[in-house]
């Protein structure tokens, strides 16, 4: 089993900036890939980003390719996500995941394991 707890939403206004975190405890495995996705009110569950555990390769979406990075910190178990140069459109609950191999990282249902979820606002 593969615990996540996020932190690190808010209210921000847009071109700010926040970090989101992703405390991972439980079971951990190289193989794993760690994502993070956003959910809209509305819209589906969208890819955002990801990196597998062990190797560091990071994957990104286009919308937030140059404003979003994702990182992990192997000794504290916890990925994060730095969000710059924020937009309104940006707006949505982000939820990190957790999957073991790497085929389908931007796919929802290939993740085993689901935060609870942070909310994220971006205000105009």
């Known amino acids: 089993q593969v615990q996540l707890v996020e932190s690190g939403g808010g209210l921000v206004q847009a071109g700010g900036s926040l970090r989101l975190s992703c405390a991972v405890s439980g079971r951990t495995f190289s193989s794993h890939f760690m994502g993070w996705f956003r959910q809209a009110p509305g819209k589906e569950r969208e890819f955002v980003s990801a990196i597998t555990w062990g190797g560091g390769s990071t994957y990104v979406a286009g919308s937030v390719k140059g404003r979003f990075t994702i990182s992990r910190d192997n000794a504290k178990n916890t990925v994060y996500l730095q969000m710059n140069e924020l937009k309104p459109e940006d707006t949505a609950v982000y939820y990190c995941?957790?999957?073991?191999?790497?085929?389908?990282?931007?796919?929802?249902?290939?993740?085993?394991?689901w935060g609870q979820g942070t909310q994220v606002t971006v205000s105009s």
């Open positions: 995941a957790a999957k073991v191999g790497v085929s389908d990282y931007g796919w929802v249902p290939s993740y085993q394991y």
